[in-house]
C-alpha cells in the first residue's frame, strides 16, 4: 500500500483558518509560506497529479511508501 500525505494546499480550509485566526487570507497563505522552502503553500492539482503518477504504470516500484507533496516542508511531532 502507498499513501500521499500531502503538506499545506491551497483549499477552502485556509479561509476557515483565516477566518479562525482573524487574518486576511492572504496574511494567512504568507504565514503558512514561511516555513515551506519551496516558499508557496501547494495546490489541489499537484496532490493529484502525485496520485495521478502512483496510479499510472510508471509507478510499480513505490509499494509501501508514503509521498510527501509539500514544498520541502517538513513537520516534527513529538
Excluded: W
Excluded at 477566518?19 to 503553500?41: F, T, V
Aim: charged fraction near 20%.
Amino acid at each position: 500500500m502507498t499513501a500521499v500525505a500531502p503538506g499545506v494546499i491551497d483549499t477552502p480550509q485556509l479561509e476557515v483558518d483565516a477566518k479562525d485566526a482573524g487574518l486576511p487570507l492572504k496574511e494567512m497563505h504568507k504565514i503558512y509560506a514561511k516555513g515551506i522552502p519551496a516558499g508557496r503553500i501547494g495546490t489541489a492539482e499537484e496532490v493529484a497529479a502525485t496520485i495521478a503518477f502512483l496510479a499510472g504504470p510508471a509507478a510499480p516500484a513505490y509499494a509501501g511508501q508514503t509521498l510527501h507533496p509539500n514544498g520541502g516542508e517538513i513537520r516534527c511531532s513529538m
